[in-house]
């Protein structure tokens, strides 16, 4: 179907990169704004703009008629969710649809199968896909004990319906497991309208991998390498990297694969991530979910194999053949990115909106920013912290890392708090420099930068 005008719903730098996507084909792009963001980059840089609504996200972003009709009431022809909002929304998509708009995704049916992360993982063993032992839906903490009881402990706690670390405990003893059990329901509740838990077996010395693939409407599906995103705190990610550092290629041909053949069982199409959990004792790896939808972190896989992620997902959903084979997946040098967010590292990551009175990012070859942020710029209090990206490339992983030291120096920002020196730690500490991370490793470190 012709693509030629397409609305930006949603914001940030994610609506700024997009914006710039559809600039490099040709297309027109309208941005669905809130009251508070009618000012904002992205509105300056779209061909048009349209408010939404006011500055809750309840009445603005996530109400998918507000964004359908606003498409069509300024004549696009296609709707790109980002991520976050309603990215992985099969009623947006299944609105799309009904209303004659490409969304840029795939089919709603697919964010349907991958939304519920139970039968996500049943659909990947079915495929072939190693998943963690665990359980299926279970209603109450009774049942989680005594599946606790049967596949041992420790356990992970997590949301059917969840995504971005909501709803997600780790079950230590059978003593933890009723107050737990109703903690991570109910913050899974009021997160996704959804309490349903299900249980996977936790894994200590675990890192986190992840494989980007692209599939066309013809059937052709191809990946483009790994990420490692095991640097989070409370399940949230902060740095991310690709190539995975310290796989052995076994592994890491064998995570690649994996996410082919889960890709091309279900037919998916468009952009997206298939997320592993990579047990480094015993160098096996699992399937946790997929992610139906651009990632936040995009930009290192970009940086590797020289693609625009978000070009080829406006190519595919306008029904183009991919421009790759998988024999022509290149994939050079290494990439790292750092997600600085307006928080008080040393309040608890407490969100730190207000005006950004001095924006000095760094420059040089190889360093980028993606970010919607500019002095004068007031961060608002109604959204996500995050105020940009700094992404930089080496020729391997210490040239990237060193780099990555340098520009986090040099980014200055005033007006508000920011996770920078949470970001320069992470990255100087020698645990990073080694490559020997898990997804513990930030909160094990934590305490040396508090007690500073």
Same mark, same amino acid.
């Given at each position: 179907?012709?693509?030629?005008?397409?609305?930006?719903?949603?914001?940030?730098?994610?609506?700024?990169?997009?914006?710039?996507?559809?600039?490099? #084909? &040709? !297309?027109?792009?309208?941005?669905?704004?809130? +009251? =508070?963001?009618?000012?904002?980059?992205?509105?300056?840089? @779209?061909? *048009?703009?349209?408010?939404?609504?006011?500055?809750?996200?309840?009445?603005?972003?996530?109400?998918?008629?507000?964004?359908?009709?606003?498409?069509?009431?300024?004549?696009?022809?296609?709707?790109?969710?980002?991520?976050?909002?309603?990215?992985?929304?099969?009623?947006?998509?299944?609105?799309?649809?009904?209303?004659?708009?490409?969304?840029?995704?795939?089919?709603?049916?697919?964010?349907?199968?991958?939304?519920?992360?139970?039968?996500?993982?049943?659909?990947?063993?079915? #495929? &072939? !896909?190693?998943?963690?032992?665990?359980?299926? +839906? =279970?209603?109450?903490?009774?049942?989680?004990?005594?599946? @606790?009881? *049967?596949?041992?402990?420790?356990?992970?706690?997590?949301?059917?319906?969840?995504?971005?670390?909501?709803?997600?405990?780790?079950?230590?003893?059978?003593?933890?497991?009723?107050?737990?059990?109703?903690?991570?329901?109910?913050?899974?509740?009021?997160?996704?309208?959804?309490?349903?838990?299900?249980?996977?077996?936790?894994?200590?010395?675990?890192?986190?991998?992840?494989?980007?693939?692209?599939?066309?409407?013809?059937?052709?599906?191809?990946?483009?390498?790994?990420?490692?995103?095991? !640097?989070?705190?409370?399940?949230?990610?902060?740095?991310?990297?690709?190539?995975?550092?310290?796989?052995?290629?076994?592994? *890491?041909?064998?995570?690649?694969?994996?996410?082919?053949?889960?890709?091309?069982?279900?037919?998916?199409?468009?952009?997206?991530?298939?997320?592993?959990?990579?047990?480094?004792?015993?160098?096996?790896?699992?399937?946790?979910?997929?992610?139906?939808?651009?990632?936040?972190?995009?930009?290192?896989?970009?940086?590797?194999?020289?693609?625009?992620?978000?070009?080829?997902?406006?190519?595919?959903?306008?029904?183009?053949?991919?421009?790759?084979?998988?024999?022509?997946?290149?994939?050079?040098?290494?990439?790292?990115?750092?997600?600085?967010?307006?928080?008080?590292?040393?309040?608890?990551?407490?969100?730190?909106?207000?005006?950004?009175?001095?924006?000095?990012?760094?420059?040089?070859?190889?360093?980028?920013?993606?970010?919607?942020?500019?002095?004068?710029?007031?961060?608002?209090?109604?959204?996500?912290?995050?105020?940009?990206?700094?992404?930089?490339?080496?020729?391997?992983?210490?040239?990237?890392?060193?780099?990555?030291?340098?520009?986090?120096?040099?980014?200055?920002?005033?007006?508000?708090?920011?996770?920078?020196?949470?970001?320069?730690?992470?990255?100087?500490?020698?645990?990073?420099?080694?490559?020997?991370?898990?997804?513990?490793?930030?909160?094990?470190?934590?305490?040396?930068?508090?007690?500073?």
């Amino acid at each position: 179907m012709p693509v030629t005008r397409v609305l930006v719903a949603n914001r940030g730098e994610i609506a700024v990169r997009i914006i710039h996507a559809c600039r490099g #084909l &040709g !297309l027109q792009s309208v941005l669905a704004a809130s +009251q =508070v963001d009618l000012d904002s980059l992205g509105a300056k840089l @779209a061909d *048009r703009t349209v408010c939404i609504g006011p500055s809750s996200a309840t009445q603005s972003y996530l109400d998918a008629r507000l964004l359908v009709q606003a498409a069509l009431s300024t004549g696009c022809d296609a709707l790109h969710p980002g991520y976050g909002f309603l990215a992985e929304s099969a009623t947006l998509a299944q609105l799309c649809a009904d209303h004659g708009l490409v969304f840029v995704g795939p089919k709603p049916h697919q964010i349907a199968q991958m939304g519920n992360k139970i039968q996500a993982r049943l659909l990947a063993a079915e #495929l &072939g !896909l190693p998943t963690l032992s665990g359980s299926t +839906q =279970v209603e109450t903490s009774t049942e989680a004990l005594a599946v @606790a009881r *049967r596949v041992g402990l420790p356990l992970m706690l997590k949301a059917a319906a969840g995504g971005g670390g909501r709803g997600m405990k780790i079950v230590r003893s059978e003593a933890q497991m009723a107050d737990l059990f109703a903690a991570a329901s109910n913050e899974a509740r009021a997160a996704f309208g959804d309490g349903t838990l299900y249980l996977e077996r936790y894994i200590p010395n675990a890192r986190h991998v992840e494989v980007q693939i692209l599939a066309d409407q013809h059937g052709q599906v191809i990946h483009l390498g790994e990420r490692d995103c095991s !640097l989070q705190r409370r399940h949230q990610k902060l740095v991310e990297e690709a190539p995975a550092p310290h796989l052995s290629s076994t592994l *890491r041909e064998a995570l690649c694969a994996a996410a082919v053949q889960l890709a091309v069982g279900f037919g998916y199409e468009n952009a997206g991530t298939v997320e592993f959990i990579v047990d480094q004792d015993s160098q096996t790896f699992y399937f946790l979910e997929m992610n139906t939808r651009i990632q936040v972190e995009h930009p290192v896989t970009e940086m590797i194999t020289g693609a625009d992620l978000v070009q080829e997902q406006l190519r595919i959903a306008r029904g183009e053949r991919l421009r790759l084979s998988q024999e022509q997946v290149s994939i050079r040098g290494h990439a790292i990115e750092c997600r600085i967010n307006a928080e008080q590292v040393r309040q608890n990551f407490h969100p730190s909106p207000g005006q950004i009175t001095r924006w000095d990012p760094p420059g040089g070859p190889h360093i980028r920013l993606d970010s919607h942020c500019r002095e004068g710029y007031v961060v608002p209090i109604f959204y996500d912290s995050m105020v940009g990206k700094l992404i930089v490339y080496g020729f391997d992983r210490e040239e990237a890392r060193s780099r990555m030291s340098r520009a986090l120096l040099q980014f200055k920002i005033e007006g508000i708090d920011t996770t920078l020196e949470l970001q320069r730690f992470l990255i100087d500490h020698p645990r990073f420099a080694s490559g020997n991370v898990n997804t513990v490793m930030v909160e094990s470190v934590l305490p040396e930068l508090l007690d500073r």
